[in-house]
């Protein structure tokens, strides 16, 4: 990989939690700045980012600026970012069709459970979303970590592929 920033699409089905936590944790990592620019996307777009998502996000002073829930045909047609790596953080979304993505990027699954999902008390919910925050943001940490110019690419498969078995 060159020294040229790396574009990384985080993949869930409805993009309004943990596709959206992933963005933000990978974007304002101080050790990614300069080197990645994360977006997200899901393939069957919720329409908004979660309430608990954005106050996780903020409670950890991470930018919510410019995060939405949108459809990931935004990444597959002309003028679209060129993807180096696609991420799927669902199991719903690994199972699905991916559109063609412009640059032949590298992917891997990182599922986590879907903290939007779960039914209970309001502490019940947040503590759902604060364990997948913890399990995005300790994988996108080994990612930003990985000594991108030394590794080729079955290497780096091999250890994208292991991440996403990082808990």
Same mark, same amino acid.
């Given at each position: *990989?060159?020294?040229?920033?790396?574009?990384?699409?985080?993949? $869930? +089905?409805?993009?309004?939690? @943990?596709?959206?936590?992933?963005?933000?944790? /990978?974007?304002? /990592?101080?050790?990614?700045?300069?080197?990645?620019?994360?977006?997200?996307?899901? !393939?069957? %777009?919720? =329409?908004?980012?979660?309430? *608990?998502?954005?106050?996780?996000?903020?409670?950890?002073?991470?930018? +919510?600026?410019?995060?939405?829930?949108?459809?990931?045909?935004? &990444?597959?047609?002309?003028?679209?970012?060129?993807?180096?790596?696609? &991420?799927?953080?669902?199991?719903?979304?690994?199972?699905?069709? $991916?559109?063609?993505?412009?640059?032949? %990027? *590298?992917?891997?699954?990182?599922?986590? %459970?879907? %903290?939007?999902?779960?039914?209970? !008390?309001?502490?019940?919910? @947040?503590?759902?979303?604060?364990?997948?925050?913890?399990?995005?943001?300790? @994988?996108?940490?080994?990612?930003?970590?990985?000594?991108?110019?030394?590794?080729?690419?079955?290497?780096?498969?091999?250890?994208?592929?292991?991440? =996403?078995?990082?808990?």
């Amino acid at each position: *990989m060159s020294e040229q920033i790396m574009n990384v699409l985080f993949l $869930c +089905t409805g993009n309004s939690a @943990r596709s959206i936590l992933a963005e933000s944790v /990978l974007n304002n /990592l101080a050790v990614s700045r300069g080197k990645f620019h994360a977006y997200s996307a899901g !393939s069957h %777009p919720a =329409g908004q980012v979660h309430p *608990m998502a954005v106050d996780l996000l903020e409670q950890n002073h991470l930018s +919510t600026e410019g995060l939405r829930s949108k459809s990931w045909d935004e &990444f597959a047609q002309p003028g679209a970012p060129v993807l180096d790596f696609v &991420f799927t953080v669902c199991d719903n979304a690994a199972g699905e069709v $991916c559109p063609v993505w412009p640059g032949q %990027p *590298m992917t891997a699954h990182w599922g986590v %459970p879907d %903290p939007a999902a779960v039914q209970g !008390s309001e502490e019940i919910k @947040r503590k759902a979303f604060f364990i997948a925050f913890n399990q995005l943001s300790n @994988r996108i940490g080994l990612f930003a970590q990985l000594p991108f110019d030394k590794l080729d690419r079955i290497k780096l498969q091999k250890a994208l592929a292991d991440i =996403g078995r990082e808990l």
